[in-house]
């Protein structure tokens, strides 16, 4: 089957596009970046352009015979850059890959979303019905997005809407590596009470989930929150970390407002620069924002189970991160 993901030198892209390699599928691939996994996918076979999905004549190439469309490409919270790019990217760039899968017949189109559409989880754990209430602009134009797919539901192409919870796992440089660097050091500050729930999901797992969206009907018009099977406080989450790379940790606590007034003061001050700064609101939001969900939906309707628990993804994460010298 020749599928296009948009988005796939990325690291949730990458993963799922060399597990598409590996089953067999003929794989296109559109990035503006390229990736730290470009030479993998490109000796795998993958047939890979550097661009954005804002360009019409591009995606059009790119999807021409493609059957199933995977959508990950986006603007995720770029220092520096107008809030004009988040609406360019997220919401008119998604028009563009639907209108274009239409007109190529693509059968399905799987977009990726976000757990941020939800914001704080006043009453966890919460679930697909939760309230949407974006907390910033990244998460605001990833439902925007959401809202552009579901206006062609009706025009010859199904769509599936996942929204992934904190994604991390090998061959991702960023997303939980300050929590490790931190865990190495021997103590970890922990800011506020520490019992902020907060939802991972291993990468293997979510790409599962992809692969069982992209079956002829398979949730066909829905939205699923992905995640792990289980979520945590912070506070053992680090905890956990620390034992995934034999560190015995300590959590000194602090109290949070002086943190979220230096991560207000911090962006103000570094903006005018376009410095990313040291501390920042949407850092000391993960002292203190609930992320814990139900996946129930996602087992029911497409058969997800997760199949790698938070203590042997945090190993192997870990075990990555010393590989490749980021520990």
């Known amino acids: 089957m020749k599928i296009l993901v948009t988005g796939g ?41 550097l661009g954005s999905i804002t360009d019409r004549d591009l995606v059009a190439k790119s999807v021409a015979g493609a059957e ?9 919270r770029e220092i520096g850059v107008p809030d004009s790019l988040y609406q360019q990217v997220n919401v008119e760039g998604t028009r563009i890959v639907v209108e274009e899968a239409l007109k190529a017949g693509a059968r399905k189109l799987v977009y990726c979303s976000t757990q941020g559409v939800h914001g704080h989880i006043e009453t966890p754990p919460g679930d697909e019905s939760s309230p949407i209430a974006p907390a910033d602009y990244y998460q605001q134009t990833k439902y925007e997005g959401e809202l552009v797919v579901q206006e062609y539901a009706n025009q010859g192409i199904e769509y599936v809407i996942l929204r992934p919870t904190a994604i991390y796992g090998p061959g991702d440089p960023g997303r939980f590596l300050m929590i490790y660097k931190r865990v190495k050091k021997g103590k970890f ?16 797992n979510l790409v599962d989930a992809f692969l069982l969206s992209m079956a002829p009907g398979a949730g066909a018009s829905e939205a699923y929150i992905i995640g792990d099977e289980e979520y945590f406080s912070i506070e053992e989450l680090v905890t956990r970390v620390g034992k995934a790379i034999d560190v015995d940790v300590s959590i000194p606590h602090f109290p949070i407002l002086p943190l979220i007034v230096a991560g207000h003061v911090c962006e103000k001050a570094c903006k005018p620069f376009g410095v990313t700064p040291p501390i920042f609101p949407r850092r000391v939001d993960w ?6 969900f139900r996946i129930d939906k996602a087992k029911r309707e497409l058969g997800y189970k997760p199949r790698v628990g938070i203590d042997e993804g945090l190993r192997k994460t870990g075990e990555w991160y010393r590989k490749e010298g980021y520990l």
């Open 189 to 204: 500050p922990m800011f506020g009470r520490g019992r902020t729930f907060y939802h991972p999901l291993y990468i293997d």
């Open 287 to 292: 002292f203190r924002q609930v992320r814990a």
């Open 68 to 76: 199933v469309v995977m959508h990950l490409a986006a603007a995720f």
């Open 9 to 49: 030198t990325g690291f949730t892209g990458a993963a799922l596009t060399l597990r598409l390699l590996d089953d067999g599928h003929s794989v296109s691939v559109i990035d503006k970046d390229p990736g730290i996994a470009l030479e993998e996918i490109k000796q795998k076979g993958a047939h890979i352009v």
